[in-house]
């Protein structure tokens, strides 16, 4: 455990990690599943391969 007189260093840096890569984690998008239904549908318009 951190000492007492370093909680609110641990504390700001929690703070600004959660604030700065949550809203990334978060945000609306393609996932990996999207992304890969959107190659599979590209290569079929294209005639490569078969359903």
Do not use: E, W
Not at 1 to 6: L, R, V
Not at 36 to 45: E, G, K, Q, W
């Amino acid at each position: 455990m951190p000492h007492k007189s370093h909680y609110p260093f641990v504390l700001l840096t929690l703070t600004l990690f959660t604030g700065l890569i949550l809203p990334v984690l978060i945000m609306d998008g393609m996932f990996m599943d999207g992304v890969l239904y959107t190659c599979v549908a590209r290569n079929l318009a294209q005639g490569y391969g078969t359903f």
